[in-house]
């Protein structure tokens, strides 16, 4: 069965493990870990994708697990947006761990009008284009990527999923059509930011794009650049 939230726990992770290894070395060392503690290892993501952001989701952020850390920093860099401060004000001002949205905002993921299973996927999606938005997964690197998943240990459904999301093209105009409310809209570029550390031309074209599509105000932008920022540090080489 597709797991949608369980893929975005998988995608907040960045760390590799296994590197220099075989294909089959590498994914058995990421089942494992990800049997372990899924959200601090990123193994899916590893598998995936083979993250190389050199970044990972770090603290509190991690805690809540993919979807309540997704809607937890959309609202509070909302909230930094709406208080008028600087972005890098607003971060500095901000203490404690990262909280779920409050419950009667439209930032609750079971608030979702198309369902939390539904938005799940969407967010799955956008992470997954934001992710192919630099042009390197190629047809050699999705066979690779093909092949890592069947000696994975991930369902089938699952496998299925995320092959039909890599053959298929980025639909730009699906995704922020998908996002219904104002709120989804900020979650949507927040997962997509999340999910890369746009350091070419194609990866911060993309987020650009993407944030013209969904009509998002430059400076409520930058405070999002700010709080996913804030929770991402450097990992180990």
Not at 12 to 21: A, E, I, M, R, Y
Not at 37 to 42: E, F, Y
Not at 97 to 121: K, N
Not at 152 to 157: A, E, Q
Request: no cysteine.
């Amino acid at each position: 069965m597709l797991d949608p939230k369980k893929i975005l726990d998988d995608f907040l992770g960045s760390n590799v493990p296994g590197v220099g290894t075989s294909v089959r070395d590498t994914a058995g060392k990421a089942t494992q870990l990800a049997k372990d503690n899924p959200l601090a290892t990123g193994a899916l993501a590893a598998i995936l994708l083979g993250t190389g952001t050199g970044r990972e989701v770090a603290g509190s952020a991690l805690k809540l697990g993919g979807l309540a850390a997704v809607a937890g920093l959309a609202y509070k860099a909302y909230q930094n947006y709406q208080s008028g401060k600087a972005p890098a004000e607003a971060t500095q001002a901000s203490t404690g761990e990262l909280a779920p949205p409050p419950d009667d905002s439209s930032f609750r993921p079971e608030t979702a009008p198309q369902g939390e299973h539904e938005f799940a996927l969407v967010l799955v999606r956008a992470m997954i284009a934001a992710a192919r938005a630099d042009g390197m997964v190629d047809e050699t690197e999705k066979a690779r990527i093909i092949e890592k998943l069947s000696l994975s240990g991930i369902n089938s459904d699952t496998q299925e999923f995320l092959k039909n999301e890599l053959s298929s093209p980025v639909d730009v105009d699906g995704l922020v059509a998908a996002a219904v409310t104002d709120a989804q809209k900020v979650e949507l570029y927040t997962a997509s930011r999340l999910a890369i550390d746009p350091q070419t031309r194609a990866e911060r074209g993309y987020l650009d794009l993407l944030a013209g599509r969904l009509k998002l105000p430059d400076n409520l932008i930058d405070h999002i650049e700010a709080t996913v920022a804030d929770v991402k540090v450097t990992s180990p080489a």
